[in-house]
C-alpha cells in the first residue's frame, strides 16, 4: 500500500468520524465507527463490503478511492440489499 492510498484512508476515516460522530445515533441505535486500522486487517473480507457515498462527479472524477471500495448512492439505500447479503457489514465513508 503506497504512502497516498494510506493518507486517504486516513483521511476518509476522519472525514467519516467527523460527519458521523454527532449523528451516530439512528433510530435509538448506535452506529459502530471504524477506525482505519481497524478496517485494514479487514480490507478484502468477503462479508465487508467498503462503500463509498459520494455523489456523482465527486465519486467518478476522484483519484482517491478506497481498493475494493464500491460506490452507493445514499438516495438509494434501500436498493442496497439487493447488492449486499444481509450478513455482509457495510463500511460506509466518503472523501
Known amino acids: 500500500m503506497t504512502t497516498t492510498h494510506k493518507k486517504l484512508i486516513c483521511?476518509?476515516?476522519v472525514a467519516t468520524f467527523l460527519i458521523l460522530a454527532p449523528t451516530s445515533m439512528v433510530f435509538g441505535k448506535k452506529i459502530p465507527l471504524i477506525t482505519k486500522e481497524e478496517l485494514k486487517p479487514i480490507m478484502g473480507d468477503a462479508d465487508v463490503a467498503i462503500i463509498d457515498v459520494r455523489k456523482g462527479r465527486?465519486?467518478?472524477s476522484s483519484e482517491f478511492k478506497i481498493k475494493g471500495a464500491v460506490h452507493g448512492d445514499p438516495k438509494k439505500v434501500a436498493d442496497w440489499n439487493?447488492?449486499?447479503n444481509k450478513d455482509?457489514?457495510?463500511v460506509l465513508y466518503c472523501a
Open 11 to 13: 483521511l476518509a476515516l
Open 58 to 60: 465527486d465519486w467518478t
Open 82 to 84: 439487493k447488492q449486499f
Open 88 to 90: 455482509t457489514k457495510l
